[in-house]
């Protein structure tokens, strides 16, 4: 099992860039693909990018292609969300979560444990 905490979240600017990081406990935490997602008020869950275990294959939403990059720490038991020139409609609570099984997925279904999220709002 792992336990997952967000942070890095806040208010920022049209235009600007912000990081987030999810650190998770347990020694395993290698052997999990991660994903991000993100929930805006009044829509579903949706997919914003995906990293394997080694951290050398990703995939993403089209709406943040070219705009967002995931990456992991191993050692440091991290995953990150590097996201830039944000956009109003990024606004969001962003969720990281970790996939016991199976390799990059954009289905939320197929995450096994969940971070508690954190806010994402971007100004006009």
């Known amino acids: 099992q792992v336990q997952l905490v967000e942070s890095g979240g806040g208010l920022v600017q049209a235009g600007g860039s912000l990081r987030l990081s999810c650190a998770a406990s347990g020694r395993t935490f290698s052997t999990y693909t991660m994903g991000w997602f993100r929930q805006a008020p009044g829509k579903e869950r949706e997919f914003v990018a995906t990293?394997?275990?080694?951290?050398?294959?990703?995939n993403y939403a089209d709406s943040v292609k070219g705009r967002f990059t995931a990456s992991r720490d191993n050692a440091k038991n991290t995953v990150y969300l590097h996201m830039n020139s944000l956009k109003p409609e990024d606004t969001a609570v962003y969720y990281c979560?970790?996939?016991?099984?199976?390799?990059?997925?954009?289905?939320?279904?197929?995450?096994?444990?969940w971070g508690q999220g954190t806010q994402v709002t971007v100004s006009s």
């Open positions: 979560a970790a996939r016991g099984m199976g390799f990059l997925s954009s289905d939320h279904r197929r995450y096994d444990y």
């Open positions: 990293i394997t275990r080694s951290g050398t294959s990703t």
